[in-house]
């Protein structure tokens, strides 16, 4: 049976929605390099809930496909066509509406899944916000950004080089690895060059010049990036957010 | 090629945008009675945005897959499990954020493709916004809900013994139609009830009293919703839409 | 004894408030044609909360004279000078504010007369802010245009030849008919001018284009309203309002 | 003719728009002791704004029958039922939507006519939004309470025995005579009791503590108040917002 | 030991929470003439806060900085450099937030002091707001501005020819004096210059029309403002301050 | 000359607004253990300002003492009595308030001085509203919280066994430091413990469960923060900052 409860009939997610695991996936549409989609952050995200919800018996909420503003360190900023962004309170009220329902709807097990760094306050805000305005004390969310669950020997082994990080880790090895895996034909393979932002000062600049970040979007180096290592890095995540779930609920 | 916006990478988007007309899908997550999912609104409109992109080489941006608040008179009402909804403040905030995202990315050519009765003035004030903020003369945005670009002849033929009247078709004849059509899967024929909200009255209450629609969340009856009369309907609404693209831009 | 709230002392109103219904008007400034004020859309709403009011003890609260929006489609749209209108959050915010403080002056009956169609969506949204942040179950509201409220057989009487519909009944027969009974000074019969909205696309186009609507603002053909038919309409409206409240308080 | 906009058609507004002041009066509905009724602090204003847009060939817009919450050292506070406040935010946004849509209108110039002391500040930040949202700098708008404009040696006349201030002067000598004067019909001169509040401290406590203003809710005396002082104090008022006005535009 | 909060640990602010009166000091930057610095209006609260404190146990909170808009008649306007201010609802919610995490924290008992005339209306609704959203009834808020407390004797002493009114107080005699006494070395004696402010209409112009206010933003004048009077100034507030929050709590 | 605009008359101020500058420091009230007081994060970016400034001609604005909520993997979560938070709206509107005010002064050069991890994304979305409505291209902005701004080496130096990461770095060796140096009277050494978090799980959980952090609030050891260790920490900073301000403007 579907975990998906767009795909679930109101009588079908009523028995299930008291005791299940409602995931949330939060993503955004973000450019991702000239190898990579602009939807990137929330098929990732979403294709992640799926099957973790699938081993908890869960329920996966229709995705939030889009998310906050791209900053140059971490997502290469707003200056790229097709990065289509939300506002800070846009984004925060529209988390705290739909946890708000699901509430309502007699959910009480949440799990906010992060497919974009720059959401990760916002969501933060949203959580606290519901949990004010529900009042009420049988409500427990978890929420992560999918790079937090990822083993260090994981990637350790994935970066035999050393890794650059996950600020940098943006339409390079990790992501390309799991649309490699998840959405193949999505990767323009012959598109993917190698890349590494060297120009990013240590301080944030707005408006954001010109060139402190590699023309095409990509942050770091996507060469290695196969649907090999895609795999690895998804069954990784997807045995710890199994893990995570099993612990706090 | 395609046309959804999120499988394009961010230069071929760039390529696109100025000279395409952007449609965004705005749906919502609602019940659909025993035997639709809860995704319809959004499942609907998303599959014509994209019939209709691909006759006038548009660009389908994500879809908004949770919609303002469902109202007795034409969605059965708050009060069923899975009915996902957005506040007015929210729903708003949403669509301008998103229009004046494309706008900066260059784009001056619209349609808010909607796909739930109750986001109409919503949708209708995010617009309004976007043209003030905005402050240009050159961005233009049509905007409909499906149901208004149906033809008297169709819905005549298909509702041989009289039309219900739009308000009532929740769940019922052309949403289960156009549903058989789209994911035949996602149907659960032995579920289809004939069905019709006798109870409602001329006004509203609030909050919603027990009884005035129907158990089911049918509002009127859904048997004679048929894969071929889906397809009559689908292609009629494609037939539409294109022309009143093909008219305005 | 007055029903009108402004005219009581506040003991006046101390004594009837718990168990009276409140009536609250809303009404709108916006053209209507060049025979009929800019105020017709709260005059009217006022006038029959003001009879409804006096058959079923009630208490009519002060009106509010702005509404939301004009539409091309119902109210000729926001061209016209005069036309003078409230963004959503706004009246949402107006309504919900004044309704809030009725309920701690101890009200719990409530009826928000709607007399301009654009408010319909933003007065639902404030009623049902107001009823989740009252967090009461004692708490009622109805609430309707007063379109919704006319008799079949009223209109068919006064349009022999066929009812254009509501949407297009906007400084037209009705209103005019009205307007001659409550307010006749202010009805410019010499200016009426026979009309009919011809150029309205089935969608909405933004920003508006000239030549949709007609230049009067009528929408559709006021000749045949007199102070008989607004006579005949305004009893039926009464008669139906007062059945609305005895039925539901 | 009539000078109140909501009398007029939207071209007899439109020719008069560009070139007269527009009158904004906004005014509260709050308790006035036993004899006076809720709607006095706008029954005032709309009157005035209405004698002295005659005089200068004025728009008089309608009224803003609500107004910000009632303080216990002006209006004797939000304890008394029949008052019926606005939070700053609305008030705010209702004042700033409607001056920007006459501003769209065509009009260039504006007196905001305070009727009701709470309101003050509010309306300043209204026009300061207004002022910035609008950009230009061919708008100047003119704002007071009406007890600014009372000279001096009128109040010396009106009270042989010394001023208590105009922050006591609710439902005093001043309202009562303008009352007398304006609509003898809704002052019950049988329930004037002479009254002085006189236990308010000079600091503000929250939530307000009971027996800090008179039960009556009238703050100093109002047996003095006349229909004949009620006509001086309505004649200085109208020649003072007369000269301003013609100082001023 | 320190009454500021700022220089607590948590664990000491914890012991004394529940027990003290929280002084929430808020002022503004805003020019003061070319004698006296921008920050005149946070310094002299703050310091009488501490003062008051120190003498009843309480906690003085960080000041407030940044108060709202300066108008014409009581701060010379936004028009001088320096002068940097919130919008209402900015300074609305500051104060809101700030207050309900104490009353989180346990603190039941408020004292806000006011430092800047233009402030008195937003405290008023953000305290309004706090006591709606905290729902509780234990909550007591004392407010005012510091110069409602000053003793009429003392003020009479202080102004042998009579006191030209709190309202063009500013920068002013008692401004002076209290910073000569606080921070002499803040104080540009040499650039006092005797002002008083005469253009001023009875009425408020927007926008600010220049000359309405003397060149250099004081008031009245400033010239008998010393040290000695500051001391006199400051030990009455102190005294009646103390009282207030013995009388009350 | 002072660098603190506070203590600046108006028109000194002006004499300097346009070449300089501006730094608007940031920072929180919130908990920082047993040893250091609960305004460490404002003392600390309001000293750090300072010293910048003293070296570049800038000028300091008023220190925004409040920050966004306390995050239990960066600060200890808003569990602890003492940390007083805003929440993300007001402190969007506060920052963006602020620096609009400075623009209207006169200012172009901005640096906002981050002293707390937890107000980052905040601070961005502030500058970016701010970018927007000022509609300038001379504006230009730089932000970073401090510790952005600490050379790795100085880092290697100070954490001869390893550096357990910035998150973990509150109320820890860095901040001990700055505040032995910059307030030594204001640091508990008695209380002092050596201490670290272990018990964070990757991902957060709402409401934050006991036990997660210490009952201290350090997340790291603060035992060997001493005034000679801030004192190379400080010297550190303010070097690079000067070097940002240097390279930016």
């Given at each position: 049976m579907t975990v998906l409860m767009s795909e679930m009939t109101w009588d079908e997610y009523e028995k299930k929605v008291k005791d299940s695991v409602i995931f949330l996936p939060v993503g955004a549409t973000e450019q991702h390099g000239y190898?990579?989609?602009?939807?990137v952050d929330f098929y990732q995200i979403e294709k992640l809930s799926e099957l973790v919800a699938e081993n908890v018996n869960g329920i996966v909420a229709p995705t939030i496909q889009y998310g906050y503003k791209s900053q140059p360190h971490s997502g290469?900023?707003?200056?790229?066509?097709?990065?289509t962004s939300l506002s800070a309170q846009t984004l925060i009220l529209l988390v705290k509406d739909i946890l708000l329902e699901f509430i309502r709807h007699g959910a009480t097990k949440f799990a906010v899944m992060d497919?974009?760094?720059?959401?990760k306050m916002f969501l933060a805000e949203a959580i606290d916000l519901v949990l004010k305005e529900a009042n009420r004390d049988d409500i427990k969310v978890v929420k992560c950004c999918?790079?937090?669950?990822?083993?260090e020997e994981v990637v350790t082994k994935l970066f035999p080089n050393g890794f650059p990080g996950y600020d940098l880790e943006h339409a390079a090895l990790i992501e390309t690895a799991m649309m490699c895996h998840?959405?193949?034909?999505?990767?323009?393979?012959?598109?993917i060059i190698s890349e590494q932002?060297?120009?990013?000062?240590r301080y944030e600049i707005f408006p954001q010049p010109e060139g402190i970040v590699p023309n095409s979007g990509v942050?770091?180096?996507?060469?290695?990036?196969t649907a090999a290592s895609g795999k690895i890095i998804i069954e990784n995540l997807v045995k710890n957010y199994v893990e995570m779930i099993e612990t706090e609920f």
């Open positions: 190898h990579l989609p602009l939807g290469g900023g707003q200056i790229f066509p097709g990065t497919g974009h760094y720059e959401n999918f790079t937090d669950m990822l083993d998840f959405y193949p034909n999505l990767v323009h393979k012959e598109k932002a060297d120009n990013l000062p942050l770091a180096d996507p060469i290695h990036g």
